[in-house]
């Protein structure tokens, strides 16, 4: 494999990586009430 392939490769997996921590800081459950807040928030406004 050349320089360019294993550059490449690197990125890739560190792309995966970088959405892997999002998905899961997203649907962690301990965050789940202040990211659902909002939502309740607007419903109370209407």
């Given at each position: 494999?050349?320089?360019?392939?294993?550059?490449?490769l690197?990125?890739?997996?560190?792309?995966?990586v970088?959405?892997?921590?999002?998905?899961?800081?997203?649907?962690?459950r301990?965050?789940?009430?202040?990211?659902?807040?909002?939502?309740?928030?607007?419903?109370?406004?209407?």
């Open positions: 494999m050349d320089m360019a392939s294993i550059l490449y690197a990125v890739t997996f560190g792309l995966f970088v959405f892997v921590l999002i998905v899961r800081n997203t649907y962690r301990r965050n789940k009430d202040a990211k659902e807040a909002p939502k309740y928030r607007m419903m109370d406004d209407d």
